[in-house]
């Protein structure tokens, strides 16, 4: 089973709703889940996302980042369940209270799985986020979410994660490909699912790149394994 997490975020004078329907027809079959973030809501509108993946078998990844009070968390949350998204990504440092908690236990409501960002692949991550590291992992614990975000291109905060998670959160990591993480480090540290965007939506052939980095990702997951 596919261990690639598709991010699809289309350039920005792209045929939008050509560029998105061709690329989730190419990949599909092979992709465990899809991701799309601000600038692709924006511009095709959340009402749209249910047709956009109508022809899709996998679950939709809304990676928006929420960083509100509770309600207003909530009300995006219930505009996702309506254009059938899977799952939410929100900011872990917004807190538990009044926040977070409204959060998790609206998503739960409507059958949406929370994950927390717990760190970033940018240097400016060092700088506030990662000093809170080990504080945001047991928030996410406590609040029983389903993953969190740790970058590809740091693997050894993946590792920190998972010592502290165990085997309770999914650890989902950008950053393989573009960014310039190989495909399988990400799970040789830990992780779960390994997001990779441009890559392979910006390939020639976005179907023979992403069999290309699950070959490697199997190969190097292999080799560390054994």
Known sequence: MSKVVIALDPPPKAEI?????????????????????LPLVLRTGVHRLRDLFSVSSKPLIADLKLADIGDIMAYVVEALA???????????????????????RKSEELGIKPVLVVSM??????EFIDKHLSEFVNMALELRVWGVVAPATRREVISRVRELAGSELRIFSP?????????GSAICCGADYEI???????????????????????RR?????S
């Open 221 to 225: 997951v292999r080799e560390c394994r």
């Open 121 to 126: 692949s940018h240097p400016g991550s060092t």
């Open 175 to 183: 950053g393989v490909g573009a960014q310039g993480a190989e495909p």
């Open 196 to 218: 990779v965007g441009r890559a392979v939506t910006n390939s020639p052939n976005p179907r023979e790149a992403l069999e290309r980095i699950i070959y490697e990702q199997e």
């Open 82 to 104: 309506d254009a059938g998204v899977s799952a939410v990504i929100s900011h872990a440092f917004v807190g538990r209270r009044g926040a977070l908690d409204v959060l998790v």
């Open 17 to 37: 709703e050509k560029w998105v329907r061709e690329r989730v027809d190419y990949l599909d079959e092979l992709a465990s889940s899809f991701k799309v973030g």
